[in-house]
């Protein structure tokens, strides 16, 4: 395919950065053009679920499933601003947004106790039982001031995972 870097102008670089409030620098932006190019095996300019999931770090991840319908036919520009929250210069609002994204699987803007229990069960497979899950997610719940009942909104993320030392980083490889 050649140097997938020498395909982007300055301005589509400084297009993305804006696009992705700056998470990334222009270097970052260029490894991360060449990643998608070589993802993005049809060449059409957009990731295919199956491409996604044709990465071996995505493959074996337990929410892949989720990633999966999160990505689906996603440009450059859009591939970026999906993956500004792992960096290191996001915001923990946008961290926050991120996350609450994965669990909000239906996208109505609400994450409900099912919807947490599915990720617990995504990310605990067969070490925990069903019932074991159902007492972790209550309890921390009712630590964070919340029901089973309760409908948690994007704020509520906030509050919930808003501690400083919330870490969601992953290091650029740049040439």
Do not use: W
């Not at 999931?53 to 493959?59: D, G, T, W, Y």
């Not at 792992?86 to 609400?110: C, P």
């Not at 906030?158 to 030392?165: A, Q």
């Amino acid at each position: 395919m050649g140097n997938a870097s020498s395909m982007l102008t300055q301005y589509d670089i400084e297009q993305v950065q804006e696009h992705c409030n700056h998470t990334f620098s222009q270097q970052e932006i260029l490894s991360l053009y060449q990643r998608f190019c070589q993802v993005d095996r049809k060449g059409c300019g957009f990731i295919s679920g199956e491409e996604f999931l044709s990465v071996p770090e995505f493959a074996v991840n337990p929410l892949s499933q989720r990633l999966f319908r999160m990505i689906d036919g996603l440009n450059f520009k859009e591939f970026v601003a999906f993956l500004s929250g792992f960096s290191v210069h996001a915001s923990l609002q946008q961290k926050v947004e991120f996350i609450f994204r994965v669990y909000d699987s239906d996208g109505n803007g609400k994450v409900t106790f099912d919807d947490m229990l599915e990720i617990l069960q995504d990310l605990t497979g067969q070490f925990m039982s069903d019932v074991q899950r159902k007492q972790v997610l209550t309890r921390v719940l009712e630590e964070a001031g919340y029901s089973r009942d309760s409908s948690l909104v994007q704020s509520d993320f906030l509050k919930i995972l808003g501690s400083p030392g919330l870490k969601m980083e992953v290091e650029i490889p740049v040439d």
